[in-house]
């Protein structure tokens, strides 16, 4: 457990970015490239660890005993629970506590992997995104005429197929009787709509076309598009007929269970990679955090006798084939 002196030096690695050699950490490193997609991937994780630590800090007096100190820091933890900070995170803080100034590189560590493990999901579903529209286009128009696997830059509004599963769901079937030309021009005209709203219309590539789609009802059919799973499994495990090469990013990182962030996490990169957009992009344009969170509200944030979100996270786990978590042989003959 954390002392005062400890916390103290923590504030001031943090404060300072101090810049410390870590080769306690070394085997920690690889798990901070995936903290930020089991929590909210917007969120600013070093103000949120120092203001833990300073919540800690402030309950401190001179005249508290070492039981008192050590009775009050679960809260700390509990805090960091209700920030939705993964248990990796406070496994890799707590390592740290015999020399705290570490914590500040830690954070430091953390947000840094955390960008780059952004780009790089978002570099390798670029890369994806044509190779698996092809089998998940309702889109009336001559894929002949159109090469899906196009540059980036000329995908999303500027590309009918992507454009057609960008545009709101309720506005889907008006393309019906459409050519190429057309679809194009009718969905930069609702773009431009959706930029102008303050209401989230949900894109069409987030459902499930097959599923009729209700007015008064928007979420039949939502977060269920064909394309999901197969774009998961392949951004966590790869081609489905891999054998040997390099662990995929499920079993370095040890994805047993597709949670619901994970979920909201992949709905976005999914939205982000078929509009074409760089991270930046995404979060200055296309609003990308407040997508991520709408999606957690609706999966997460309702009642627990709520049957549409408890069947559409079932529909995800039943769907994606994660790898199966390696039995441990020593606690198993324990238990024997």
């Known amino acids: ?5 400890q916390i ?7 404060d300072t970015n101090k810049e410390l050699e870590c ?7 690889k798990g901070a490239r995936w903290i930020h997609q089991s929590i909210d991937p917007f969120m600013n994780v070093k103000s949120v660890i120092q203001e833990g630590f300073e919540f800690l800090a402030n309950h401190i007096t001179d005249g508290m005993t070492r039981q008192q100190i050590l009775d009050l820091q679960p809260k700390l933890w509990s805090f960091y629970e209700m920030q939705d900070l993964m248990p990796d995170l406070m496994d890799i803080i707590k390592k740290c506590e015999d020399n ?14 955390a960008a780059h493990s952004q780009s790089d999901d978002l570099f390798k579903a670029h890369k994806l995104i044509p190779e698996l529209i092809l ?3 309702r889109v009336p128009l001559d894929l002949q005429a159109y090469k899906l696997a196009c540059a980036r830059v000329n995908r999303g509004y500027k590309h009918p197929a992507y454009a057609a599963l960008l545009i709101p769901r309720v506005k889907f079937a008006e393309l019906a009787d459409l050519n190429a030309r057309e679809i194009l021009v009718r969905c930069e005209s ?3 709509d959706t930029k102008n709203g303050d209401a989230l219309d949900w894109p069409a590539c987030l459902y499930d076309p097959d599923i009729p789609f209700d007015i008064d009802d928007k979420v039949q059919g939502l977060f269920r598009p064909p394309l999901g799973p197969q774009f998961v499994q392949r951004m966590l495990v790869g081609k489905a007929n891999r054998l040997g090469g390099r662990a995929s990013k499920g079993q370095i990182h040890k994805v047993y269970e597709l949670t619901i962030r994970l ?10 990679a078929i509009s074409g957009k760089t991270w930046p992009e995404a979060k200055s344009i296309l609003k990308a955090d407040r997508l991520y969170a709408s999606i957690l509200t609706l999966l997460s944030g309702l009642s627990d006798d709520d049957t549409w979100a ?3 996270v079932a529909w995800w786990q039943e769907n994606i084939i994660l790898p199966s978590e390696p039995v441990d042989h020593d606690k198993k003959s324990v238990r024997n």
């Open 135 to 137: 089998f998940d286009l």
């Open 8 to 14: 103290e030096k923590a504030l001031t690695a943090i």
């Open 263 to 272: 979920i909201c996490y992949y709905c976005m990169m999914l939205v982000i």
């Open 1 to 5: 457990m954390l002392t005062p002196t």
């Open 190 to 192: 609702l773009e431009a």
């Open 100 to 113: 705290s100034a570490l914590i500040g590189k830690v954070i430091d560590l953390v947000s840094s992997a």
């Open 310 to 312: 408890k069947e559409t």
């Open 23 to 29: 080769p306690e950490l070394a085997d920690t490193l």
